[in-house]
């Protein structure tokens, strides 16, 4: 599987930092996608069905745990 086909959910609630990740990986081939918070992962994850996930740990409302919890 080259990079080109490798899907990636970026969730972070810094929209900086979230660019940040999305563009160093965008750059590299990956094919991004971002959500900026639990829910809005939820929905992309039954939508895009990533190969791969960043997830910020730390986030109001929903955190990473919680995340990890609901798609597991």
């Known amino acids: 599987m080259s990079e080109k086909n490798i ?3 970026i969730v972070d609630d810094e929209p ?9 990986l965008s750059s590299a081939g990956f094919e991004t996608y971002v959500a900026s918070n639990g829910f809005e ?3 992309c994850i ?3 069905v990533p190969d791969v996930m960043t997830l910020d740990m730390q986030m109001p ?8 919890e609901i798609i597991h």
């Open 46 to 48: 039954s939508e895009v």
């Open 16 to 24: 900086n930092m979230a660019k940040a990740i999305e563009r160093t």
């Open 7 to 9: 899907k990636v959910l």
């Open 61 to 68: 409302e929903m955190d990473g745990a919680q995340v990890l």
């Open 41 to 43: 992962a939820g929905v």
